[in-house]
């Protein structure tokens, strides 16, 4: 019997277990957050200072299905400065981006900017404030998932990302957990993937 997990991933830890990465050695684990069983993985990776939505499987085929093409994620993502329509049309378009140092151009994707400010927990490290100037939140959907894409994406069209927050992924919602919260969802991640 497979056990799949939600968490609220916090700033400043990785997505995984254990690494064998010298450098990584003293930063925080997702096995510190919570007593998760035997062989449990990550499904996918939010960056050390990305937040938010992670899925955690015992299954590897539940992994596979939801990193798939056919899996929506949707971000709320922080950027400096106020967002245009011109920029949000680029997004939504698709940019060109970098990946591993060669040219990638995203697929079109949902984008639109958030008229209310998300309320989400305090950041353990505190993000700049009013005084350096004006920032706006953006709903980005992505169906793909390369290496820092969203950051790289808001930073193509002139708006580099301040804070990434994951809040959705497939109708898997963040909702109103917090910071470092774990809940057990393995009959409605079933219901959902098992037959992807």
């Not at 916090?10 to 007593?35: H, R, V």
């Not at 957990?177 to 992807?196: C, D, P, Y």
Request: hydrophobic residues 35%; aromatic residues 8%; positive net charge.
């Amino acid at each position: 019997m497979h056990r799949h997990f939600k968490l609220y991933k916090p700033y400043g830890y990785l997505s995984q277990f254990i690494t064998n990465q010298p450098k990584a050695k003293k930063k925080k684990m997702l096995g510190e957050l919570f007593d998760f069983p035997e062989n449990t993985m990550a499904i996918g990776r939010l960056d050390l200072d990305s937040e938010g939505l992670l899925l955690l499987t015992t299954d590897g085929k539940m992994s596979f299905a939801v990193l798939s093409k056919n899996v929506e994620k949707e971000y709320y993502v922080q950027v400096d400065g106020l967002i245009t329509p011109t920029a949000l049309e680029q997004l939504k378009n698709g940019v060109r981006i970098s990946i591993q140092g060669k040219p990638y151009d995203t697929l079109p994707c949902k984008a639109c900017k958030l008229e209310q400010t998300p309320n989400f927990p305090p950041r353990a490290k505190k993000i700049r404030d009013e005084r350096h100037g004006p920032t706006s939140w953006v709903s980005i959907c992505i169906n793909e998932g390369k290496f820092r894409q969203v950051k790289k994406m808001t930073a193509a069209v002139g708006f580099p990302t301040l804070r990434l927050v994951r809040v959705r992924v497939g109708s898997t919602k963040l909702e109103q957990m917090n910071a470092g919260e774990v809940q057990e969802i393995t009959s409605s991640l079933e219901a959902e993937f098992a037959s992807r």
